[in-house]
């Protein structure tokens, strides 16, 4: 018999690709302190909070800033990224986002978005899917970053849903660890060999069937 069970969804990388305008914002950031910025370096910021973010550019580039200076970094560095974001369409949304959710949807499923980010109302509105989640737990809501559980576990709770009835979509390593500590099936959506933590691995949702849902439904 078919249960309801909560699902709960990263944002970055998973619903949306902005990692490519955290690395635009936070180059330009980091250039303008002389300290060089890869995308594999930014590859480690997936997942990763915005402080830390900061700190670990500041660590990799072995400069330390007063704490003045690095509040105005990290409203500089938020501000170029929403011009980005301010420019978002449905366009962007990941390929069969739409579909995995409007499945979900009409199979009466609870969906939540569980993300770092404190943008993720504004991406949400932005690419029009604000509707579908029916809690949203982000960057503001919690105390601990992944791969703490705290944002699953509060998005479980908003859902009304044993995290043990909680699936995760996530695409980052942190993310799956937080995913797997709250006692949740992990979904991995990327690089296998980066999410092996993960219960399932996809590249990306096209690989998700309809039966592989009515699997987890069913177990
Ligand atoms: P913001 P997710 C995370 O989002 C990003 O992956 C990470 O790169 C970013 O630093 C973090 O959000 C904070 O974002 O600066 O917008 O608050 O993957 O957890 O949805
Ligand atoms: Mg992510």
Redesign the pocket.
């Known amino acids: 018999m078919e249960q309801k069970k909560g699902f709960i969804f ?5 619903i949306v690709d ?2 490519k305008y ?1 690395f635009l914002a936070w180059q330009n950031l980091a250039n303008s302190l002389s300290i060089s910025f890869t995308e594999e370096q930014n590859e480690q ?6 402080v830390r ?1 900061l700190e670990k550019i500041l660590e990799w580039g072995n400069v330390t800033v007063p704490e003045e200076q690095f509040n105005q970094l990290m409203t500089q560095k ?1 501000e170029e ?1 929403l011009e980005y974001i301010s420019k978002m369409t449905t366009n962007e949304i990941l390929p069969d986002v739409v579909r995995i959710l409007e499945t979900l949807i009409v199979k009466n499923q609870a969906i939540a978005l569980g ?6 109302r504004i991406i949400l509105e932005k690419v029009n899917l604000i509707d579908k989640f029916q809690a949203i737990v982000d ?1 503001t809501n919690v105390t601990k970053a ?1 791969p703490d559980p705290e944002v699953f576990l509060i998005g479980a709770k908003e859902l009304n849903i044993e995290p043990n009835q909680c699936v995760v979509f996530e ?2 390593v942190a ?1 799956i660890q937080a995913a797997n500590a709250a006692n949740m099936i992990s979904i991995g959506i990327g690089d296998a060999k980066v999410l092996h933590e993960a219960d399932h691995i996809f590249n990306d949702f096209t690989e998700i069937t309809e039966e592989f849902i009515n699997n987890l439904l069913t177990n």
Request: glycine share 14%; hydrophobic share 25%.
């Open positions: 990263d944002l970055d990388g998973v902005t990692a955290h910021l997936k997942g990763v909070s915005r973010s938020n990224y993300s770092a980010s404190k943008n993720a960057g992944k695409d980052s993310g």
